[in-house]
């Protein structure tokens, strides 16, 4: 199992928006065989704060979800037309599931 850690920050008035795509984003995710967790979390005291929480099966299942129809709609077009992508890192569990 591999898991991505990944936070936005919406710009200055765009958050709503941003939690748009996001929920669009998790739908269709979700939907994807490999994808095993999808969850977005927005922070609580910086509503233009959003982390993403992502499981995926194997790097196989990454790459797939990266290269999708609606990833690439959502996550790398529209997007970072209101939000900016700040971090995004790759994870292996301890246990190696």
């Known amino acids: 199992m591999l898991v991505l850690a990944v936070t936005w920050v919406a710009k200055e008035g765009k958050d709503e928006q941003a939690v748009e795509l996001f929920r669009r984003l998790t739908v269709d995710s979700r939907k994807e065989p490999g994808c095993m967790m999808y969850i977005v ?17 194997d790097q196989a299942a990454l790459d797939a979800h990266r290269a999708a129809p609606h990833f690439q709609k959502i996550a790398a077009a529209a997007l970072p037309e209101i939000a900016e992508r700040k971090e995004g890192n790759l994870y292996t569990p301890l246990d190696g599931n």
């Open 41 to 57: 979390h927005r922070h609580n005291e910086n509503p233009r704060n959003f982390f993403i929480y992502e499981q995926y099966r």
